[in-house]
């Protein structure tokens, strides 16, 4: 067994992440780069530290998840979201559950947050926020964001939700205590059910065949009958009907 190889297993075994699941090369490659900054020749001799080692072992934790850090990515599609997506959802309900799937540092559930916030009072909207790394999760509900975040955020949004601290803008504690945000592996743990809308956004790319296939089952599963499942501008489904789904829109996916 190779050192790369040995590592896998000593990461699974120690967190339940399971590296294999990512594509190698793109995977090896940020690691080798992160190992070789941190001053280690091999990956044993890098997970002895690691493991010991709480600071190095978030770093580890964060340089292998993949984090956004925008407001309103790709703005026409969510666009497709407010005018096409949301009003079929409301057309016969008032309440609303929606996973915002790996949602990094936050900048995702709270601009899913302040859209919904347009139709619907906070008591009708239910809202989690998931992500693998505890750290991001702890950034994502301190709510700190440079201005260049939040380009795409008007200027209506940016004084009911937000407070300006001169080197940057502050999520309001109103908008972060109407979102549950917790740790969560989507390649290893279970999923809730009954969603109207999942949101799980550039971070399908970086996992092999096998591992999105598993994941496109578990949405479906996780979505109620004519529930939403968004995904990436890069993530398009060319097989949607496999999973039990339908495409409504580019990149959005209804439960049949």
């Excluded at 956004?68 to 026409?76: C, G, I, K, M």
């Excluded at 497709?80 to 990094?104: F, G, N």
């Excluded at 059910?193 to 999105?212: H, P, Q, S, W």
């Excluded at 479906?220 to 339908?246: D, M, R, W």
Aim: glycine share 6%.
């Amino acid at each position: 067994m190779d050192d790369y190889q040995q590592f896998i297993n000593q990461i699974k075994g120690k967190t339940g992440i399971d590296l294999s699941l990512y594509k190698e090369a793109q995977m090896k490659r940020r690691l080798t780069s992160l190992r070789e900054k941190r001053g280690f020749t091999t990956f044993s001799g890098y997970y002895n530290v690691l493991s010991k080692d709480q600071q190095l072992f978030e770093e580890f934790l964060q340089r292998m998840t993949i984090n956004v850090s925008e407001f309103f990515r790709n703005p026409q599609r969510w666009d497709v979201l407010e005018y096409k997506i949301l009003p079929r959802l409301l057309k016969k309900q008032t309440k609303i559950k929606t996973w915002s799937a790996a949602c990094s540092t936050g900048e995702e559930p709270y601009s899913l947050m302040m859209l919904l916030l347009k139709y619907l009072r906070s008591t009708q909207i239910d809202l989690l926020a998931t992500d693998l790394d505890q750290s991001i999760i702890d950034r994502a509900k301190k709510g700190f964001y440079p201005e260049r975040s939040l380009k795409e955020v008007n200027q209506s949004m940016l004084n009911n939700y937000f407070i300006n601290e001169q080197v940057g803008y502050r999520v309001k504690d109103e908008l972060k205590k109407m979102i549950t945000f917790k740790r969560h592996n989507l390649l290893a743990e279970r999923f809730e059910g009954g969603y109207d809308l999942i949101v799980c956004r550039n971070v399908m790319i970086y996992f092999t065949e096998e591992a999105k296939s598993e994941l496109y089952e578990k949405f479906s599963h996780a979505l109620k009958p004519g529930g939403v499942l968004f995904v990436g501008s890069t993530e398009q489904i060319f097989n949607p009907h496999k999973y039990g789904l339908e495409t409504e829109d580019t990149f959005f996916y209804r439960k049949i």
